[in-house]
């Protein structure tokens, strides 16, 4: 279960690999290769999202991980991989876990913030994305 991540440098994204001990992030750059590595566990990496989030809404301070500074963009993708991975979207996934739950609804009730912070295409994508895994998550509750 992994993402391409972009950043504000053209020439440098991560790879972010989610597995039933966390997540892992490379950085890479385009002619250098790996330049970077680091880990987290599934509650850190979950305390790392929500504080770029809120840093971002609250300070604008723009979201960095491993050293780099995301694209709307990439935000967006990395906060929908940690509450979603591939594997939830199969046909037999399983419910969302109560702290990815709560952290849709969290990011549903800064919607005001968020949409006017980010960019309207990743805005978008954010909303569509969530409404489909709420949707997703209550269909296999009422299993």
Not at 2 to 15: A, G, M
Not at 80 to 96: D, E, M, T, V, Y
Request: with cysteine; aromatic share 12%.
């Amino acid at each position: 279960m992994s993402e391409q991540l972009s950043t504000i440098d053209d020439k440098i994204s991560i790879r972010s690999f989610a597995d039933y001990e966390g997540f892992g992030l490379s950085v890479i750059h385009k002619d250098k290769g790996k330049i970077d590595y680091k880990e987290f566990s599934w509650e850190d990496y979950e305390v790392l999202l929500r504080g770029l989030w809120e840093g971002y809404l609250t300070q604008g301070q723009k979201p960095e991980v491993a050293g780099q500074i995301l694209s709307d963009d990439g935000l967006v993708v990395e906060t929908l991989h940690f509450i979603a991975p591939s594997s939830f979207h199969g046909p037999c996934g399983n419910k969302l876990k109560p702290n990815q739950e709560s952290f849709i609804y969290w990011l549903k009730s800064q919607y005001p913030a968020i949409s006017e912070r980010i960019e309207r295409d990743a805005f978008q994508y954010l909303d569509s994305e969530l409404d489909c895994i709420l949707q997703r998550n209550l269909e296999r509750k009422n299993r």
